[in-house]
């Protein structure tokens, strides 16, 4: 059974950082694009970032730019999201997603979904 859980949730301060982990199981993701989508109460789920299998190609929202970093670590099958210099309005749920190709993940064609962790940032 295919699972994504992510990790590294919580409260911050507006200006902190926080780090997500998501860790895959159940199959091997080689050649998949991984990637980040946040849902804040109220609003749709929307795209943050995705990254390429090879780490070589990256995506990012244009709300995040500068402040959020993606990475990998395929041999663990997991995508981390460096968070810093965070805002208010970044508190939502924070979905990790895996599709076949970046395009896709981008559109929210996405193969499988985690359950979620959840963002707060205080002002």
């Known amino acids: 059974q295919v699972q994504l859980v992510e990790s590294g949730g919580g409260l911050a301060q507006a200006g902190g950082s926080l780090r997500l982990s998501c860790a895959a199981s159940?199959?091997?993701?080689?050649?998949?694009?991984m990637g980040w989508f946040r849902q804040a109460p109220g609003k749709e789920r929307e795209f943050v970032v995705a990254i390429s299998w090879t780490g070589g190609r990256t995506s990012y929202a244009e709300a995040v730019k500068g402040r959020f970093t993606v990475s990998r670590g395929n041999a663990e099958n997991t995508v981390y999201l460096q968070m810093n210099s965070l805002k208010p309005e970044d508190t939502a749920v924070y979905y990790c997603a895996v599709s076949p190709m970046i395009a896709h993940l981008q559109a929210g064609r996405c193969d499988y979904w985690g359950q979620g962790t959840q963002v707060t940032v205080s002002s």
């Open positions: 159940g199959r091997t993701f080689s050649g998949y694009a």
